[in-house]
């Protein structure tokens, strides 16, 4: 009888050494082998019935659960709290100050050290018409900075300082290739002057684009821009959104809000543009960005419908050319539009290929021009012009 008893235990505690429970097994063991059974029993001993034994795994089950919870919390904690540790002394606080005719301004944001020679990455935003910039690092010490190169259609600068080495942790750039969205993602600056402030989430969304200033032909905007819910506000300018190994996905920028604080909605350069542009920055104290000279937009089922074209061709239709710009020399034809900016019938052309990369949204037309693509190179445009397919060549210029 007593092995009877033993029995449903025994295959339990097998399940739960399997499963890696070895020191919750060896305290159920030993208290199960202390409640021995009396030498004599005035009455029969009861078995264990199917309904107790189910019970048993139900609350062991409990306890593994309750244990593996506790220690998933505290990995969690332990690699935010490294996180912090490793990135907080890389991120500075960015104080500047500007004389003009209409008198005198100031402002703040965030940067993080590049390397080791003093440079520092920030946003071209947070340092424009600045005569004055001091940077803050985080164990408070203080230094005046020069600016060595500004990129307005990137929205970044390159800032440096005069201070030893040691004093100088340069961050770890990753792969914002590899972003996925559901990823966490950790914001480190100084909103609203508070230093070496840290807050988290997920990255919401990619492939975003953010309209950073106008151009001959339209506006000019940065592609495959990260979205996130982490907490993002003014200040934050110019740090970091990086990854749980503490590696900077990208450059935090800008926010969506009609109060001018955080809803949840935070937009970041990627770091593989940050890693394309930066160095140039340092090296000639500018950047120029190849154009198309046009404005344009993605098509849509109804706008195809609407200009002849069958309601799954997908594109992005030429709206103006900029008059003498790359895509004006090469023959590019905009849409008619009435006086309140409606398309009027058919006209203008569709792209729906850049050297033979599918174009089907005007932000993969953007991403490629932004990664693919210098002032001076020769592209090959696949076109639709009053439905019929052929190819333009035209010679990419510097955004003016």
């Given at each position: ?5 033993v ?9 739960l ?15 199960i082998?202390d ?6 029993a005035?009455?029969?001993?009861v078995?264990?019935?199917p ?10 089950a409990?306890?593994?659960q ?20 490793r ?19 100031a ?23 600045a ?8 164990d ?30 340069p ?12 990823q ?7 909103p ?10 997920i ?7 953010l ?7 339209g ?25 749980i ?8 920028t800008?926010?969506r ?16 543009i ?6 140039v ?18 098509l849509?089922?109804?706008?195809a ?6 309601e ?13 710009g ?6 590019l ?25 599918p ?10 021009l932004?990664?693919n ?14 439905g ?6 035209l ?6």
């Open positions: 009888m007593k092995l009877k008893r029995l449903p235990v025994l295959f339990l505690i097998s399940a050494v399997l499963s890696g429970c070895g020191a919750a097994v060896t305290l159920a063991l030993s208290e082998m409640a021995k059974e009396p030498a004599a005035p009455t029969p001993v078995q264990s019935t309904t107790q034994a189910v019970d048993l795994r139900a609350a062991a409990s306890n593994v309750n244990m593996a919870t506790a220690e998933i919390t505290a990995a969690l904690q332990s690699a935010y709290e490294q996180v912090y540790e990135v907080n002394p890389s991120v500075v606080n960015i104080q500047v100050a500007s004389t003009s005719f209409r008198g005198f301004s402002g703040e944001g965030s940067g993080f050290v590049w390397d080791q020679q003093g440079h520092i990455v920030t946003n071209n935003h947070v340092v424009d018409g005569s004055v910039v001091v940077v803050t690092f985080a408070g010490s203080t230094a005046e900075a020069e600016i060595v190169g500004t990129d307005p259609d990137a929205d970044l600068a390159v800032i440096r300082v005069d201070v030893p080495a040691d004093r100088l942790r961050v770890v750039m990753a792969d914002s290739s590899q972003v996925k969205v559901g966490i993602a950790i914001a480190i600056g100084n609203y002057g508070l230093s070496g402030t840290m807050t988290e989430g990255v919401s969304a990619l492939s975003r684009s309209p950073v200033g106008e151009t001959p032909g506006t000019y905007t940065i592609p495959d821009i990260i979205q996130t819910d982490a907490a993002i506000n003014p200040g934050n300018s110019g740090g970091v959104l990086v990854n190994e503490g590696e900077v996905i990208g450059v935090t800008a926010i809000s009609s109060s001018n604080s955080n809803s949840g909605i935070g937009f970041v350069i990627p770091s593989n940050v890693s394309r542009i930066v160095p920055l340092i090296d000639t104290g500018k950047y120029e960005h190849p154009r198309l000279g046009i404005s344009g937009m993605t849509s089922s109804d706008l419908a609407e200009l002849g074209l069958p799954d061709q997908r594109g992005v239709l030429v709206i103006n050319v900029a008059a003498n790359p895509a004006d020399k090469a023959g034809q905009g849409t008619r539009q009435s006086r309140t900016g409606e398309i009027i019938g058919s006209g203008g052309d569709v792209i729906i290929a850049i050297d033979g990369h174009i089907t949204k005007f932000e993969d037309l953007t991403s490629y932004f990664n693509t210098e002032v001076g190179q020769t592209v090959t445009l696949t076109i639709l012009r009053n019929r397919e052929q190819t333009v060549e010679t990419l210029e510097a955004v003016p």
